[in-house]
């Protein structure tokens, strides 16, 4: 079946420096994709979204790419913090559809 | 504050007892979702509803029923038949579809059957 998955289960970065997180998704129908950050026993948190329609948006200290030709999304966060420590999955649904597919995860660890 | 409540935070069960999980949102949500997460993997959907009285298979019911009553109330029952249920499991809900696909989640409920 169709499935969302990460390159890195794990990924180590300095304090200050910007990481990349990197998700292949499969099903060329997606056209919505949200990353989430998942602390340690906590639910998911909302960081950014976009479709299909958008190669680029930024947030605060966040960007999401989107290269629909090979199906890659990406994560970047500027200037890492301790706080960005956590699990970070991307997603992937239809837009008309609430379904969610989710990846594995992919765990950032800011070295301090 | 509007948001997604889940309780308990820790549940402990025996083996062979049923145990029901709560979800209750506040932000007029029509579509809820239960997920289950083990140790160091992803979110798994169990099961999903679009309206009250209606609700949706995801891809591990088995072992799993749900009831929507109400609009703001989706538990979850983890019954006797679920093979391995310890797990955390997380409840969202979202707007409607097209709307917005963005899923709100609670804090999780962290179940231990032995």
């Known amino acids: 079946g169709e499935s969302v998955g990460l390159h890195l289960p794990t990924l180590s970065v300095q304090e200050g420096d910007n990481s990349i997180i990197n998700c292949a998704y499969s099903?060329?129908?997606?056209?919505?994709f949200i990353w989430y950050k998942q602390e340690s026993g906590k639910g998911p948190q909302f960081i950014i979204d976009i479709r299909s329609n958008m190669d680029k948006r930024q947030g605060q200290r966040v960007t999401v790419l989107l290269n629909k030709t090979v199906k890659h999304l990406s994560l970047q966060i500027a200037a890492t913090q301790p706080g960005d420590s956590a699990v970070y999955f991307c997603a992937e649904s239809n837009f008309g559809n609430e379904k969610l597919t989710f990846g594995t995860g992919t765990r950032l660890t800011i070295i301090p | 504050d509007g948001g997604i409540t889940q309780s308990p935070k820790y549940l402990f069960r025996k083996e062979g007892q049923n145990v029901t999980l709560s979800c209750e949102q506040n932000?007029?949500?029509?579509?809820m979702y239960w997920y289950r997460q083990d140790p160091g993997q992803g979110l798994r959907l169990i099961y999903y509803s679009q309206i009250v009285n209606d609700f949706q298979k995801g891809d591990i019911a088995e072992g799993y029923s749900v009831s929507r009553e109400k609009k703001e109330s989706f538990p979850l029952t983890v019954t006797s038949a679920q093979k391995n249920p310890t797990a955390f499991y997380l409840c969202?809900?979202?707007?409607?579809?097209?709307?917005?696909?963005?899923?709100?989640f609670g804090p999780g409920t962290r179940l231990t059957v032995t």
């Open positions: 099903n060329s129908a997606s056209d919505y």
């Open positions: 932000l007029n949500h029509d579509a």
């Open positions: 969202a809900s979202s707007g409607l579809a097209g709307v917005s696909n963005e899923q709100y």
